[in-house]
């Protein structure tokens, strides 16, 4: 299984972002998935989380700014970024937590705010 971020790229303070992770190969479905980040010298953290049944959970830094979704027929997860800030700059990561199994984690897509 592997899984591939993308949508990232260099945006102007207040523009939008969407992120998509989707994982392929094998059988595979995910119960929970989440977006983190990180910065330079800075530690990872976790900025948006999906259950299995569309809950969703958001680091306090971007509660309504964010949203994320999921799209189980495509094994897709998606992070819609609204009205960006210099601090959102990072590199962000998706991490799919299967029912049974190892979790997986993206490769990464960089996202860069400039003021």
């Known amino acids: 299984v592997q899984l591939q971020a993308s949508g990232g790229g260099l945006v102007q303070v207040g523009g939008s972002l969407r992120l998509s992770c989707t994982a392929s190969?094998?059988?595979?479905?995910?119960?929970?998935a989440s977006w983190f980040r990180q910065s330079p010298g800075k530690q990872r953290e976790q900025v948006a989380t999906i259950g299995a049944g569309g809950t969703t959970r958001y680091n306090d830094s971007v509660k309504g700014r964010f949203t994320v979704s999921r799209d189980n027929a495509k094994n897709t997860v998606y992070l819609q970024m609204n009205s960006l800030k210099p601090d959102d700059t990072a590199v962000y990561y998706c991490?799919?937590?299967?029912?049974?199994?190892?979790?997986?984690w993206g490769q990464g897509t960089q996202v860069t705010v400039s003021s």
């Open positions: 991490l799919m937590i299967p029912r049974d199994g190892p979790d997986y």
């Open positions: 190969g094998g059988t595979f479905s995910f119960n929970v």
